[in-house]
């Protein structure tokens, strides 16, 4: 610091910079510690502790054959169909939630983005069903839409005149699932997109009109590009909150009929089966295949981001 | 022009689809205050008489510890949420810390972690420690599971404080605490509202953690209504006026906070 001073001699006559600087430096980030500090406990240590496990022999039910398993866990959870089907089980459901949601959001932004009576009212019943407590709506579809007997579905087959009565769950159980958790997010989806229609600028599409542009054009070259980067948003926070869903998937099939995704799989390894290994080991690889998607999530978010900064 | 009818059917399609998307909602509230027999019917029965009787029998069978657990919990971590998490945005959007970016990222990937993941460590430290069935120890980590949005959303409100008017104060000689509390606060208090509500309803949503580590005494709502999944027989009236009793304070909440909510769950990337 001396070395500075002197080389800039035009700042001798004020009060040496440093003690002072250091304190700032110190009142700035004090405001940041306690957050920071118990996320790191809450969130950072255990999942440290869910690494060690991993690698650990541990069956509660078995207290006295603890010990180390090397990669055992791993090579189990890797060979066990049951978990390797719930994997391609979490691909499934999350790829297609999130899709159909996305288009389905989409139709309907750009319905409510028109001027029509009764606009507010329209999205606000939109709304609604990602209003729902998920478990309550998970119920709500389970026994009083889907079931054989007295489920609306079949009742309102019946009023039509159909003879069918299918078992919607257990024929198409997946569907089934899906089906309800694309109810609930396709409200999501509208949101993010129509916030995005809506802080579309006015001129160019203006511009547009009056050059003879028809509304496909307008829709392909002005709207879409500008709404690229909510799509992404929005397919990127759904595959975040999707791939943890364990409320739909406990409720409506209890992870019966090849309906069982990783967190319901570890769930039933860790509270039901008491394999704490496995369940680690399986926790460990969820976490991998998140910061796969994390690493894209983050690059979205951050573009957003630089873009509101400039 | 276009002829007036193309813009009718647009309205005219938005309202079919708005009422599909709502219609197992208002089948939901209709079924309960329907009679047991009369909500399993099949076809079903739209005109049937409208009773409470579902309502009363989801509180005579011990609904209210579940929900005064809930609203412990939600409203307890949301209060901590804030008190950690408004300093921190302060931190990093009005005064911003160097390298303010990383840490705020690092907040963000907190949240993309699967809470599978940790849930493991956390059950056996609340057994260690005899925290588990204990509301406090849920609260607790609600508060985790919904800082790393709080400190977010609360740093894309605080940013919304423009420079001139904090640079304007101090020249005049105003303090921190006087710039806080004339300045900022009044800009940032529907922002600090909205970041409460997201807060609560994430807390009051969640099943996972609460199944794992409650149990007799501190089950939450959503809890208390898993114990409808396996249920059969004539019990939809009761589980309607269950579904929609938990549901009513998310509604509400969200219904009122419409666009600050999409604001919230896109950790305020989105205006």
């Given at each position: 610091m001396a070395v500075m001073t002197q080389a800039r001699p035009?700042?001798?006559?004020?009060?040496?910079p440093v003690p002072r600087k250091k304190v700032n430096r110190w009142a700035t980030r004090a405001p940041l510690l306690p957050a920071l500090i118990f996320l790191i406990i809450v969130t950072q240590l255990p999942f440290v502790a869910t690494l060690v496990i991993s690698f650990m022999k541990w069956n509660s039910l078995d207290?006295?054959?603890?010990?180390f398993a090397g990669i055992d866990n791993y090579v189990n959870v890797f060979t066990d169909p049951d978990l390797r089907s719930s994997v391609v089980n979490t691909i499934v459901l999350t790829a297609s939630v999130v899709l159909i949601s996305l288009v389905l959001g989409l139709g309907l932004a750009l319905l409510l983005d028109k001027k029509f009576a009764g606009r507010g009212l329209v999205r606000t019943l939109l709304i609604a069903p990602f209003l729902v407590v998920p478990v309550a709506a998970a119920l709500i579809w389970k026994?009083?839409?889907?079931?054989?007997?007295?489920g609306l579905f079949n009742g309102i087959l019946n009023w039509l005149g159909f003879e069918a009565q299918p078992d919607w769950i257990s024929s198409m159980p997946m569907t089934a699932v899906v089906l309800s958790l694309v109810w609930q997010w396709t409200p999501f989806m509208m949101l993010i997109l129509l916030a995005g229609l809506q802080s579309k600028p006015v001129e160019p599409v203006e511009a547009a009109t009056i050059d003879g542009a028809s509304s496909f054009q307008i829709f392909r070259y002005l709207t879409f590009p500008h709404l690229r980067q909510y799509l992404e948003l929005g397919g990127l926070l759904g595959s975040i909150y999707v791939v943890q869903n364990f409320d739909a998937v406990f409720t409506i099939t209890s992870g019966g009929l090849g309906t069982a995704n990783l967190p319901y799989m570890i769930y039933q390894t860790f509270y039901?089966?008491?394999?704490y290994g496995e369940a680690s080991a399986a926790g460990v690889i969820v976490v991998a295949g998140s910061i796969i998607i994390a690493t894209f999530a983050l690059r979205t978010v951050s573009s957003l981001f630089k873009e509101e900064k400039r | 022009m276009r002829p007036k009818w193309v813009g009718h059917s647009w309205g005219v399609l938005a309202w079919f689809c708005g009422l599909v998307f709502f219609a197992p909602v208002a089948w939901m509230f209709l079924t309960s205050l329907h009679s047991e027999s009369d909500a399993a019917t099949n076809p079903p029965s739209l005109l049937a008489p409208l009773t409470l009787e579902g309502y009363g029998e989801f509180f005579d069978a011990g609904a209210w510890p579940p929900l005064l657990n809930s609203f412990s919990a939600s409203i307890g971590s949301t209060i901590i949420v804030l008190l950690l998490a408004i300093p921190a945005a302060y931190a990093l959007s009005i005064r911003p810390v160097e390298k303010w970016t990383d840490v705020l990222f690092f907040f963000l990937s907190t949240k993309m972690m699967p809470v599978v993941a940790a849930l493991l460590p956390i059950y056996l430290i609340a057994q260690f420690s005899g925290m588990l069935d204990n509301i406090s120890f849920l609260t607790l980590l609600y508060t985790s599971m919904n800082l790393p949005i709080a400190v977010w959303l609360m740093r894309s409100f605080l940013s919304e404080v423009p420079k001139e008017i904090l640079e304007a104060a101090s020249i005049d000689g105003a303090g921190l605490l006087v710039i806080l509390r004339r300045v900022v606060a009044p800009i940032a208090m529907p922002g600090i509202a909205a970041t409460a509500l997201i807060c609560f309803i994430f807390s009051w949503n969640e099943l996972l953690f609460a199944r794992v580590l409650t149990?007799?005494?501190?089950?939450t709502a959503p809890v208390y209504l898993?114990?409808?999944?396996?249920s059969q027989g004539l019990f939809l009236a009761k589980v309607c006026a269950a579904a929609v009793v938990v549901s009513l304070p998310v509604l509400i909440a969200g219904f009122a906070a419409q666009d600050k909510l999409v604001q919230g769950l896109s950790l305020g990337a989105v205006k």
């Open positions: 035009d700042t001798d006559d004020r009060p040496p207290p006295t054959n603890r010990g026994h009083v839409l889907y079931n054989p007997e007295y039901q089966a008491h394999e | 149990g007799v005494v501190a089950g898993t114990g409808f999944v396996t």
